[in-house]
């Protein structure tokens, strides 16, 4: 009686239990599953950050470019005392140049001393911490290749406006009161060494700017 009830147990749970092959191919599908959910997941978190690497190249190019051409608009030179204050000059002009030097006005009395008395301004491109320019290489591993910093320097203070700038030029036809410039700030967002930018969020704008005191 005992031993009847014992196989009619193991009887019924061969049928209702799993063969090694079930377990085997379940667990397969629990895996492939897994990958790719996995996969998604990671797909979303790569295109998350590339949106916000992209949203802030923008929003910190815009910024940059903002202050500038606010500066710039009240940079010249003294009319009466054939002094100019902006490098690239007048005079000269220049082309792709990384540096920009002012000097803003701040009064209309017609002494230079009065008019013009504010420290001049700088904005140029300097090393970035950790990154050599020129060896086409992201020696610094952040996902862009050999970004620079841009810095505006104002009465020996110098402040860095961004340490991931792959552009900054500045354009001045010699005897015109327009100086073009030209900002591309640029974010890895891949969490790796890269050997292009094709992959970094990359936001490149340009404005003319138009000195409302030239030098003449
Ligand atoms: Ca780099
Ligand atoms: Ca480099």
Redesign the pocket.
Known sequence: MGATLLLRRRSAGSRNGFTLIEVVISAVLTMVVVLIVGAAIDMTARQTRAEVARLETAATARRILQQLERELGDAGGDLDAAVDYVTPSRAAGGANLTTLRFRQRRALTGVLATDWPEPEITYALVA?P??IFGNGQ??????????RALARTQGGTTVVLDEGVTRFLVNRAAGSDVVQVTLEVAR?HERRRVTTNEGAAITHLTASVLMRNPAQ
């Open positions: 970035a950790g990154e992201d020696d610094d591993a952040d996902g862009v290749v050999d970004e890895g």
